[in-house]
């Protein structure tokens, strides 16, 4: 009986430990600073070569070719184009 109370409190006061914990991670507030900082790039294509979608000044995929910027929808399509960029870009 006595080891079951004892074990019980040592359980409780872990479990309080643990949810006090502060995360480490800081998040910025506010993203309004670096809004201003991006720019918006020009891209090579009007649409993306592999799926034919309009190219948006906004793209987070790009990949470079014969310094020019190439902008994908995605990764995949990203990944597609330079297997074989030289491919894509004769079109």
């Known amino acids: 009986m006595k080891s079951k109370i004892i074990i019980t409190a040592l359980l409780s006061v872990s479990l309080m430990a643990c949810a006090q914990e502060i995360p480490k991670v800081k998040h910025k507030k506010s993203s309004k600073a670096l809004k201003s900082q991006v720019q918006k790039v ?20 790009t990949a470079v070719y014969k310094n020019k910027t190439y902008g994908f929808c995605s990764v995949y399509c990203r990944d597609e184009f330079k297997k074989d960029p030289a491919k ?4």
């Open 42 to 61: 020009k891209f090579a294509n009007a649409e993306d070569p592999i799926c034919h979608m309009p190219a948006e000044p906004d793209m987070k995929d």
């Open 88 to 91: 894509y870009v004769q079109k």
